[in-house]
């Protein structure tokens, strides 16, 4: 049985050490099965875009440098030949896929060798839980720190998904973080040490983080608190105050009467034309 240093999540080391499942930890290491799988890890990674250009993709060359005989000078038909300097490349490399493949359970047996190796060196440690309430690289680096393994590339292996333990790590370079299931034999033999949360190896998850307790409250917090209740309910007052003052003057200008719109040319003659229509026609001769 393999065992490995058990600390708390604050970084103490604890008096037993915490024994790891037989099942997976037995002590074997297959080295061929660890290179085939760093191999196709490693092929899988490249983009293989590069490229050289041929003789057919130089531009220029198309006309005879020299005339076929009669200059002592070995014929040539283009400037562009692979011997000649500018011309194509022979057997260059051209774009192709490296993409390789690698059966599973060769794959499966790779991880679990390489856990092994790390078991075997005691470069494994068991952390009782990674508790971060929230994004806290000072936090990552302090236990670290506690742990000895500041100064080495570091594995941190999550019984499952943790964004604050991902994004407390993002920022240290030496540092890779990612949940126990997706680690691949190049992850765990890149490392030099190798810290996995107890509840990947026993398979009980870690219960969420109760929350903060409140502080107790001094005289001066309270005072503090008063004042900011009083300033609070003071510019709720002023608000209320400003928003009845606008609906008041709302109400007055509904309740005032519309001004008449001035009348336009045509509607004043045609009053002009009824008023003389209405008035008394004068009689002739009449003084």
């Known amino acids: 049985m393999i065992e490995a240093p058990h600390y708390t999540s604050t970084g103490d080391r604890r008096d037993a050490s915490f024994a790891l499942p037989a099942e997976y930890f037995d002590g074997t290491v297959n080295e061929p099965v660890l290179h085939q799988a760093v191999k196709v890890f490693l092929n899988n990674q490249r983009q293989g875009t590069a490229m050289t250009k041929t003789r057919s993709f130089v531009s220029g060359g198309n006309q005879k440098p020299w005339k076929q005989k009669g200059t002592g000078r070995a014929r040539q038909g283009s400037t562009r030949a692979p011997h000649w300097r500018g011309g194509g490349i022979v057997f260059g490399p051209q774009p192709r896929d490296y993409r390789t493949d690698i059966p599973r359970k060769v794959k499966q047996l790779a991880r679990k060798s390489a856990l092994n190796a790390r078991a075997r060196e005691g470069a494994l440690h068991v952390v009782e839980r990674f508790a971060f309430r929230a994004p806290k690289t000072a936090q990552l680096a302090q236990l670290l720190g506690t742990l000895g393994v500041g100064n080495q590339k570091v594995l941190l292996l999550t019984a499952e998904l943790?964004?604050?333990?991902?994004?407390?790590?993002?920022?240290?370079?030496?540092?890779?973080?990612?949940?126990?299931?997706?680690?691949?034999?190049?992850?765990?033999?890149?490392?030099?040490?190798?810290?996995?949360?107890?509840?990947?190896?026993?398979?009980?998850?870690?219960?969420?983080?109760?929350?903060?307790?409140?502080?107790?409250?001094?005289?001066?917090?309270?005072?503090?608190?008063?004042?900011?209740?009083?300033?609070?309910?003071?510019?709720?007052?002023?608000?209320?105050?400003?928003?009845?003052?606008?609906?008041?003057?709302?109400?007055?200008?509904?309740?005032?009467?519309?001004?008449?719109?001035?009348?336009?040319?045509?509607?004043?003659?045609?009053?002009?034309?009824?008023?003389?229509?209405?008035?008394?026609?004068?009689?002739?001769?009449?003084?």
């Open 162 to 287: 943790n964004d604050n333990v991902y994004l407390s790590g993002r920022n240290l370079q030496t540092v890779e973080v990612m949940p126990y299931s997706q680690a691949s034999a190049y992850d765990v033999l890149w490392s030099d040490a190798v810290l996995v949360e107890e509840g990947a190896l026993t398979g009980v998850m870690p219960e969420p983080l109760a929350d903060e307790p409140e502080e107790a409250s001094s005289p001066a917090t309270k005072r503090s608190k008063t004042s900011r209740k009083t300033a609070g309910r003071a510019k709720a007052a002023k608000k209320s105050a400003a928003k009845t003052a606008k609906k008041a003057a709302k109400k007055v200008a509904r309740k005032k009467p519309a001004a008449k719109p001035a009348p336009s040319r045509s509607e004043g003659k045609a009053t002009k034309k009824a008023a003389k229509k209405a008035a008394p026609k004068k009689k002739k001769g009449s003084r």
